[in-house]
């Protein structure tokens, strides 16, 4: 199994960002795929899910209106596109793979992408 | 503030076990959800060590293990080595409700 992640990006505050994870050694449909961020300085923080099946998100509370996960069954690529930056998005963006078909523990990670948000 | 809480800080010598604790809420962690642990190092990314509550994924130490008591959850590591010196995250999961990770705890090996 392995997530391959896009490279690092650098938006100016109120700008978008789309991030790209690229599965492989394993069938893609089964099971959900997370997106995860880690601030300098601060912990994970769970972003939300996406059922690559049936297509069906989930997002945080606190993220809810501002980020979107979609999915590419042709690719065995899974993006997350977070509106509306601001410096508090500074991050590095992880996905990972759920471990069951209904969610749970994450088995596998991608590299991580570093979103920089500055003007 | 996370609703699930965790030392800041543990340490320990080689060879000795450390225990990082997890308590949250009845709605975070009790009953139900399941929790796990990641383990974390500075420019890789974070690795499971265990799972629903006290599952080892397969190639993960025997020295790491999991328990869960109501509204507290906790990951010892024996015989602590070097290489455990990392950042470590209890996450917890329900169902149809947000993923939670703890504050995280930063284990050094003096």
């Known amino acids: 199994v392995q997530l391959v992640q896009s490279g690092a990006e650098v938006k100016k505050p109120g700008a978008s960002v789309k991030v790209s994870c690229k599965a492989s050694?394993?069938?893609?449909?089964?099971?959900?795929i997370n997106w995860v961020r880690q601030a300098p300085g601060q912990g994970l923080e769970w972003m939300g899910r996406i059922r690559v099946s049936h297509g069906m998100t989930k997002s945080s509370q606190r993220l809810q209106g501002r980020v979107t996960m979609t999915t590419d069954t042709s690719t065995n690529t899974a993006y997350m596109e977070l509106r509306s930056l601001t410096s508090d998005d500074t991050a590095v963006y992880y996905c990972?793979?759920?471990?069951?078909?209904?969610?749970?523990?994450?088995?596998?990670w991608g590299q991580g992408t570093l979103v920089t948000v500055s003007s | 503030q996370s609703a699930l809480t965790q030392p800041a800080s543990v340490s320990g010598s080689p060879g000795q076990s450390i225990t990082i604790s997890c308590t949250g809420t009845s709605s975070a962690i009790g009953g139900s959800y399941l929790v796990s642990w990641y383990q974390h190092s500075p420019g890789k990314a974070p690795k499971l060590v265990i799972y629903d509550d006290i599952k080892r994924p397969s190639g993960v130490s025997v020295r790491f293990s999991g328990f869960k008591s109501g509204n507290t959850a906790s990951l010892t590591i024996s015989g602590l080595q070097a290489e455990d010196e990392a950042d470590y995250y209890c996450c917890s999961f329900g169902v149809n409700i947000d993923v939670i990770f703890g504050g995280g705890t930063k284990l050094t090996v003096l």
């Open positions: 990972a793979k759920s471990r069951g078909v209904m969610g749970g523990s994450f088995d596998f």
């Open positions: 050694g394993y069938t893609f449909t089964t099971y959900p």
